[in-house]
């Protein structure tokens, strides 16, 4: 027999499963077993469980029950154990875990609270729905290294070359080889500034004279220009809940601070950080 058996099976440890509870009538505060006159309750099992792994959760109700019993009870023979003999190091930890538990509690309640369907519309209106929408382009590109090949491209295409032709040929953005230089559409923000000002002075059916960026010289052509859609509430949905919430986070620490009695000590030589022996007096 293990020394944790061993251990587990001197303790007095009493399971409240001689006569089994109505459904109906358990609470959270039903005791189900009970170790060394300490209660273990529904409340315990039930938070527990919240924690777990979904395929845990997937598990009959009878073996995950009789697991998280075991578990709690096996986690309570060992806290006895250590029940007043802690060292400083271990009781110091023991406080930051209650500390950051409740810290958590805190955040978590308070962004709870941010969302609502009334949040959401506000927040929605005010970042989508009162906005004039930009403008989204569909065009092809040629690019190449130098200067000296970006005019010759400009020169091939007045002279009644095919862009996308001379695109297959010329192009080095090896996404561009095969498809005539197609971009497909995009919008604001989504190309180096000096490709998206030079798309942008043009108009549909254009070629631009060569630009250059960092990835080299570029010969546009302006396809489509159509108004950007905006996006409907429901896509964008959890983006505006996570800035609400995030919002409200922020508000609340600083009311909390602000509200609160904060005393710094100063002089504290920031390197005794290293001394780690500090914990073992």
Not at 126 to 144: F, N, S, T
Request: charged share 25%.
């Amino acid at each position: 027999m293990s020394k944790m058996a061993k251990f587990c099976m001197s303790a007095a440890v009493t399971l409240a499963l001689a006569l089994p509870a109505a459904a109906a009538d358990v609470t959270a505060e039903t005791v189900v077993a009970t170790v060394n006159g300490k209660n273990i309750t529904m409340g315990d099992l039930l938070v527990v469980k919240e924690g777990l792994p979904a395929q845990y959760q997937q598990l009959p109700d009878d073996v995950l029950m009789n697991g998280l019993i075991e578990q709690l009870v096996q986690q309570t023979v060992l806290a006895d154990s250590v029940e007043g003999k802690l060292t400083k190091r271990e009781e110091i930890g023991l406080g930051a875990t209650e500390r950051a538990f409740l810290a958590g509690t805190a955040l978590e309640r308070v962004a709870a609270t941010a969302v609502t369907e009334e949040a959401v519309k506000a927040a929605y209106d005010e970042q989508y729905a009162k906005v004039e929408p930009g403008k989204e382009y569909h065009a092809r590109h040629i690019l190449v290294p130098t200067e000296d090949e970006a005019k010759a491209v400009e020169k091939a295409i007045a002279d009644g070359g095919d862009f996308a032709t001379v695109a297959n040929e010329k192009t080095q953005d090896p996404s561009g080889k095969t498809n005539g230089g197609d971009l497909g559409w995009f919008g604001a923000g989504m190309m180096v500034p000096e490709f998206e000002e030079a798309v942008s002075a043009l108009q549909p059916g254009q070629v631009s004279q060569p630009i250059q960026t960092q990835f080299g010289w570029h010969v546009i052509k302006l396809e489509e220009v159509r108004d950007a859609a905006v996006p409907a509430l429901d896509e964008v949905r959890p983006q505006i809940e996570t800035q609400l919430q995030q919002a409200a986070v922020q508000a609340e620490l600083a009311k909390a601070t602000e509200s609160a009695k904060i005393e710094r000590t100063e002089g504290i030589d920031p390197s005794v950080l290293r001394n780690q022996t500090l914990l073992n007096e």
